[in-house]
Each structure stands twice: as C-alpha cells, then as structure tokens.
C-alpha cells in the first residue's frame, strides 16, 4: 500500500509558492534545484487553482425577491458577482 503525501492547505501552499519564487529569483540553486523548484511550483500552482475553483462554486449571494423574501443565488458569472454586490447593499440599507 502506498502512502498518499498529504496535499497542503490553500494558505500553505500558496506559502510554499511564494518561497519558491524567492528562491529561483535569487539565483542560488542549480541548474537541476532550480527545475525541480519549478516543476513543484506548477504544481502547486495548479493545486492553488482547483482550490479556488471549487470555493468559487460554492459562493452564493441573496437576492430580494419582488415579494420581498430572500433567496440564494449562486455566482455564476463576473456579472453574478456584480448583481450580488449591488444586491448585498441594498439589503444592508433596508
């Protein structure tokens, strides 16, 4: 049985990113440091993305309806996400 390495946190690894990027713009590692740096940024990067993928599908907004009750919207859309802005402010001044 093989053990699965544990996947980082969002925070975590966007840590390990940013360490990352530091240590390749200073200029200090091998030719092959330096590609294995890389190679785990990529990774790292694409983890860093599905992460935000997944949170994005999770958001929701509320949205007042013409009979005045609440109902959840999800953000689909850059344009969802203005609406809900709108929306959240004209609930907060009601």
Do not use: N
Request: negative net charge; hydrophobic residues 35%.
């Amino acid at each position: 049985m093989t053990a699965r390495k544990k996947e980082p946190g969002f925070e975590e690894a966007l840590d390990q990113l940013e360490e990352i990027t530091r240590q390749l713009e200073g200029g200090q590692l091998t030719l092959d440091e330096s590609i294995q740096a890389f190679e785990r940024g990529m990774e790292l990067r694409k983890l860093c993305l599905e992460m935000l993928q997944k949170a994005e599908k999770k958001l929701e907004y509320l949205e007042r309806q013409a009979d005045g009750a609440l109902a959840r919207k999800p953000i689909d859309s850059p344009e969802d996400a203005a609406r809900s802005a709108v929306s959240q402010s004209r609930l907060f001044q009601e």
